[in-house]
C-alpha cells in the first residue's frame, strides 16, 4: 500500500530530512513511526500527503508514484487518504456534523449521502447522538473522535495520524488507538506518528523509528529484494 524507495527529503545544503529511506507498508496494516523531535516523522507525513515532493527516490501509494503526480492530480490524491492532526483543526463555527461533512461538500456527493456517511462515521466513533452540538461543548477526547470521524468519512485507504494523542490521558488515549485498531481491521492502512514509547509497546504493532532522518528500525524488505534500514 505505501512504498519507500531510497527517498531522501533535503531542504538546503545544510539540511536533509530524511536519507536513502526503504519501507512499506502492507494494506491493512497498522504502524507507528516515531523519533526524536527533528528526526523527520513530519517529512515523511508531509511526502504522503503530497505537501512535499522527496529529493530523490520514490514514494508510492496504492501503486501510485506520487512524486510523478502532475500538480492537478494532487486534490484527488489527498481524497483518498484521511488526516488526523493533534490539534483536532475543528471549526468552532460549525456544528459536529458541519465539520464532518465538509470532505463530502467538497467531493460534491449528494446531500442525502452525507447525511447516510456523516451520521456512519459519528456513529463508528460513538458520537452520533451529539451530531448538532458545537464542538467547543465536546471533551478533548470527543474532539479528537470528530476528527477522526472526519477523516475516514470518505473511506479513505489510507489513514495518516499525527500525534493524534498528544493532548490527551492515558485512558483516552488508548481508546482512540483501539479506533485506529478497528479501522485497520476492515482494510485500512494506519500510519501513526507518536512520541508516546509507552502506548506504542502497548499496541505491540510494527514501529519505524527515524534517527536524523534515517530508518533504524522497522524497515521491511522492498519488492524485489532490496533491505529497509
Same mark, same amino acid.
Not at 122 to 129: C, I, P
Given at each position: ?19 536513502? /529511506?526503504?519501507?512499506? &507498508?502492507? *494494506?491493512?496494516? &497498522? ?33 501510485? /508514484?506520487?512524486? *510523478? ?8 490524491? @489527498?481524497?483518498?487518504?484521511? %488526516? /488526523? ?14 465539520? /464532518?461533512?465538509?470532505? &463530502? ?8 449521502? %452525507?447525511?447516510? @456517511? ?6 463508528? %466513533? ?18 479528537? @473522535? ?21 493532548? =490527551? ?52 524488505? =522492498?519488492?524485489?529484494?532490496? %533491505?529497509? @534500514?
Amino acid at each position: 500500500m505505501i512504498e519507500f524507495r531510497q527517498v531522501t527529503k533535503r531542504y538546503d545544503s545544510d539540511h536533509t530530512a530524511l536519507r536513502q /529511506v526503504n519501507f512499506h &507498508l502492507d *494494506r491493512g496494516e &497498522l504502524a507507528f513511526l516515531t523519533g526524536h523531535s527533528g528526526a523527520g516523522k513530519s517529512t515523511l507525513l508531509k511526502l504522503l500527503m503530497v505537501m512535499e515532493r522527496p529529493s530523490a527516490g520514490e514514494v508510492v501509494v496504492g501503486g501510485q /508514484v506520487l512524486n *510523478r503526480l502532475p500538480r492537478r492530480q494532487i486534490p484527488y490524491i @489527498r481524497r483518498h487518504i484521511g %488526516v /488526523v492532526f493533534q490539534n483536532h483543526q475543528l471549526l468552532f463555527d460549525r456544528t459536529v456534523f458541519d465539520n /464532518v461533512a465538509m470532505p &463530502l461538500e467538497v467531493m460534491g456527493v449528494s446531500p442525502r449521502d %452525507v447525511g447516510r @456517511r456523516v451520521r456512519a462515521a459519528l456513529d463508528k %466513533v460513538g458520537l452520533l447522538s451529539k451530531e448538532k452540538m458545537n464542538p467547543l461543548q465536546l471533551s478533548g477526547g470527543e474532539q479528537q @473522535r470528530v476528527g477522526i470521524a472526519r477523516a475516514v468519512v470518505n473511506k479513505p485507504p489510507l489513514l495518516l495520524a499525527d500525534e493524534p494523542t498528544g493532548n =490527551l490521558d492515558p485512558k483516552l488515549s488508548a481508546d482512540i488507538m483501539n479506533l485506529f485498531a478497528q479501522f485497520s481491521q476492515v482494510g485500512v492502512t494506519v500510519l501513526i506518528a507518536s512520541h508516546d514509547l509507552a502506548l506504542i509497546n502497548e499496541m505491540g504493532r510494527r514501529t519505524l523509528t527515524l534517527d536524523h532522518g534515517n530508518l533504524i528500525a522497522g524497515g521491511k524488505p =522492498l519488492q524485489g529484494g532490496s %533491505v529497509g @534500514r
